[in-house]
């Protein structure tokens, strides 16, 4: 006992010192575990009204930037309206329409906290369950998509970025429905992502489009993801590695909408069922 | 002059504002982001108790990390930085060794102690931070590469904030 005691009083140094590295690596994988709520981050009442102002600074440096992609936007939707078609028709049916269900919807919001420089990257916005944000819904931009809300407050909401080692996406090609899977690999930059699982035989060139699949619960069909940069095929591999020019930029982006997917949760049941029924056999 | 506590105090405010508010925005390349907050550890007096410094450590990393969403991360790095300090100041210590009351200051130590200790500090908490974010050896090369170009872009930014805040006339 009196031996113990005199290690202990010599090293209680290095003992603090494991001590507190013990508590940190608790943290970090306390935090990291998916859909693991943390109390301390940026969902944070004060560190989030710290950003928030940040931003309304920085705000003013991009507003041109911005006027010019809602103004692209704006005339790009403005073309969807009913009203910018020609009506070929003489008779019109009014219908209340049953055959089509709203299976998704949108809600705008704004990022206020960004990084890109990181193996793992989140994101803040400004908008929380109060406007109607839950975790697991897809967050997409004009341009691309973004991420997947990781954890929600009243009024900010935390994203876990594409660019993060456990993103996997599945896409496929604009003009044929071969698919794969998109991962944001080591050694891509904040501007690229690699799609694998692409088999050799499938058709395509350096320019093609890829676009989100509905094997995604989180991301409607057919966003546009990115297009070929390059690729190759690994020696003794029967699929290709495809290095992919994303469409969204991550470092400049600033406002996106979160995707609520309607009938996710009974798309989920289902799915649960089915897995819990294939390991009952 | 002010006491020391009372600087200490100003340096960790000021350094975490500027490493939240600005730093952290910055990429150069796309992906180098300079970290400065380290300094406020570094410029602690040469014989502040140990526990002390493993103390401060902690909280400068904590509150650097509550701001970055990344628990945990510079509490770890800024705790083993802590740890390291001492052994680096006595590895770097003069033939006749140093002042009791000696503080860490380009007057003080020189411009060439400075640089290595700098240069020491800095790469031992980037190689930690950046390990402990990447939790695993797979992609070795690129995170040491991250490693090296940001403990050069730290170190170059921290070499600036000393020049500016240290007025008096640097001896050699």
């Known amino acids: 006992m009196r031996n113990l005691f005199l290690f202990l009083s010599r ?13 940190c690596f608790f943290l970090i994988a306390q935090n990291n575990s998916y859909q693991n709520a943390a109390t301390l981050n940026s969902t944070n009442k004060v560190v989030a009204s710290v950003y928030s102002t940040i931003s309304s600074v920085t705000d003013y440096l991009n507003l041109v930037e911005n006027n010019k992609r809602l103004a692209e936007e704006n005339a790009h939707l403005r073309t969807l309206l009913p009203a910018s078609y020609f009506d070929t028709t003489v008779v019109r049916n009014h219908k209340v329409d049953t055959i089509h269900n709203l299976e998704y919807s949108y809600i705008e919001a704004k990022i206020i906290n960004n990084s ?4 793992n990257n989140y994101m803040t916005l400004n908008k929380g369950s109060d406007a109607g944000i839950a975790p697991e819904m897809g967050v997409i931009t004009g341009h691309g998509i973004i991420g997947i809300i990781k954890n929600v407050s009243a009024h900010y909401s935390t994203v876990t970025s594409f660019l993060h080692t456990q993103s996997k996406v599945s896409v496929r090609f604009k003009n044929n429905n071969y698919n ?23 058709p395509f060139k350096v320019g093609d489009t890829l676009v989100t699949t509905t094997f995604s619960p989180y991301y409607p069909e057919g966003i546009m993801v990115g297009t070929v940069k390059s690729f190759d095929i690994d020696a003794g591999s029967n699929s290709y590695r495809i290095i992919l020019k994303l469409s969204t930029s991550f470092n400049d982006v600033s406002y996106v909408y979160v995707v609520n997917n309607l009938l996710k949760n009974e798309r989920k049941q289902l799915e649960e069922k089915q897995k819990d029924a294939a390991r009952g056999n | 002059m002010l006491p020391e506590v009372i600087k200490s105090v100003l340096r960790f405010f000021l350094l975490i504002l500027l490493q939240v508010v600005l730093l952290n925005k910055i990429r150069f390349a796309g992906y180098i982001n300079p970290f400065v907050y380290p300094l406020f550890l570094l410029l602690l007096p040469v014989r502040i108790p140990k526990t002390l410094l493993l103390i401060l450590a902690f909280i400068t990393g904590i509150s650097v990390d509550i701001f970055s969403d990344t628990l945990g991360m510079h509490a770890a790095a800024s705790v083993f930085l802590g740890f390291m300090r001492p052994y680096i100041i006595k590895l770097l210590a003069p033939r006749d060794g140093y002042d009791s009351d000696a503080v860490i200051s380009l007057k003080q130590m020189g411009i060439l102690w400075m640089v290595y200790y700098l240069f020491i500090s800095i790469f031992l908490h980037h190689l930690f931070l950046f390990y402990t974010e990447v939790f695993r050896f797979n992609d070795f090369g690129a995170t040491f590469l991250r490693v090296c170009l940001s403990t050069i872009t730290s170190v170059v930014i921290i070499f600036i904030i000393l020049l500016l805040f240290d007025k008096t006339k640097v001896q050699r």
């Not at chain 1, 209680?12 to 508590?23: C, D, G, S």
């Not at chain 1, 890109?116 to 193996?119: C, L, M, P």
């Open chain 1, 11 to 23: 090293n209680y140094i290095f003992i603090l010192f494991i001590l507190l590295e013990a508590v």
């Open chain 1, 116 to 119: 890109t420089n990181r193996r």
């Open chain 1, 180 to 202: 794969g899977s998109m991962v944001w690999d080591s050694d891509n930059s904040p501007t690229e992502a690699t799609v694998i699982d692409i088999p050799r035989h499938v």
